[in-house]
């Protein structure tokens, strides 16, 4: 015959499955609540999960922020540079148009005729082009 296992009464059914999850077929056999120390095992390999990636996603950002303040001191560094060296050019162009100023007339003359052998034209050397229109 065919047993029949109907519950009838629902107080029945709450006697029968009363603490029922402390009984679960999930333990390792040997074990004496392998099952609970299994599930606190993975809840601690959750959380250090969460907190090495959070260590990681924090460590990355302080890199991010230290990196970027870096090269932003450069640029500042950089733009001052510029400056000064805009300021130097301008200095050196002065000094450049001041020597030129003070070299007198003379003196160019005299180097002229001395190195590089420059003369006057003289009369006989100028030539004189007749032009018609």
Do not use: W
């Amino acid at each position: 015959m065919i047993k029949n296992n109907k519950i009838k009464d629902i107080n029945e059914y709450r006697k029968q499955n009363k603490n029922n999850y402390k009984n679960r077929e999930h333990k390792k056999p040997g074990h004496k609540n392998s099952g609970r120390k299994n599930n606190k095992y993975k809840r601690r390999l959750k959380k250090r999960r969460v907190l090495l990636l959070a260590i990681l996603v924090l460590g990355s950002s302080v890199g991010y922020i230290c990196g970027y303040s870096v090269i932003a001191k450069m640029k500042y560094d950089i733009h001052y540079l510029k400056k000064d060296l805009r300021k130097n050019e301008i200095i050196l162009e002065g000094l450049k148009a001041r020597s030129y100023e003070n070299r007198s007339v003379n003196k160019m003359e005299r180097d002229a005729k001395e190195k590089l052998h420059m003369d006057y034209p003289k009369n006989n050397n100028i030539e004189y082009i007749d032009v018609d229109y």
